[in-house]
Antibody
């Protein structure tokens, strides 16, 4: 059974740096075509993709947040870490990690899916 | 930047068929996924690669994708299907989610 669990601070102050950890089980961070993605959801709003990292260490970041994000993994610990700098109250929301499975079809088109998701952790940014 | 547009809300009577659309420029040239999110819960994948159903997802969920529109169809809708639904695609270097559709089963 594949599971993911987020951990980190529940409350951060504006301008501080947020560090979140996703601990996975049931699959390895070295499995080809797999990785972990971070997605957030402000209260009452839509899902917002942040970043992902694959087993080959390939990384991608949200264009609008790229300057504030760093994603990394420790395969031996089965953990993926997301660092977000200069936190703002607008960054308040539930942060999810999810297993990402990706591939390419015969025509070179990429596909990705997120399955399963962690339970999420609510991060509040307030002074 | 690439955008996916969904209707904010859709309603259906129990037992009926409902379709939720997701529109984006040449979306049919990309692969679409759909996620179901019930209140207070994490999203769950219900359709991937346009038409595929993960194990454990009921057969009443189906998907299609052509032109500029991907569609999630629920046949014989049940009360338990009331939830928010999000479409998702990959555009060059970024993952994009739609704004979500609230499905109400009246």
């Amino acid at each position: 059974q594949v599971t993911l669990k987020e951990s980190g601070p529940l409350l951060v102050k504006p301008t501080e740096t947020l560090t979140l950890t996703c601990t996975v089980s049931g699959f390895s961070l070295s499995n080809a075509g797999m990785g972990v993605s971070w997605i957030r959801q402000p209260p009452g709003k839509a899902l917002d993709w942040l970043a992902h990292i694959f087993s080959n260490d390939e990384k991608s970041y949200s264009t609008s947040l790229k300057s504030r994000l760093t994603i990394s993994k420790d395969t031996s610990k089965s953990q993926v870490v997301l660092i977000m700098t200069n936190m703002d109250p607008l960054d308040t929301g539930t942060y999810y990690c999810a297993r990402i499975i990706g591939g390419q079809d015969l025509f070179g088109s990429n596909w990705f899916r997120f399955d399963p998701w962690g339970q999420g952790t609510l991060v509040t940014v307030s002074s | 930047s690439y955008e996916l547009t969904q209707p904010p809300s859709v309603s259906v009577s129990p037992g009926q068929t409902v379709s939720i659309t997701c529109s984006g420029d040449k979306l049919g040239d990309k692969y679409a996924c759909w996620y179901q999110q019930k209140p207070g819960q994490s999203p769950v994948l219900v359709i991937y690669q346009d038409t595929e159903r993960p194990s454990g997802i009921p057969e009443r969920f189906s998907g299609s994708n052509s032109g500029n529109t991907a569609t999630l169809t629920i046949s014989g809708t049940q009360a338990m299907d009331e939830a928010d639904y999000y479409c998702q695609a990959w555009d060059s270097t970024s993952v994009v989610f739609g704004g979500g559709t609230k499905l109400t089963v009246l």
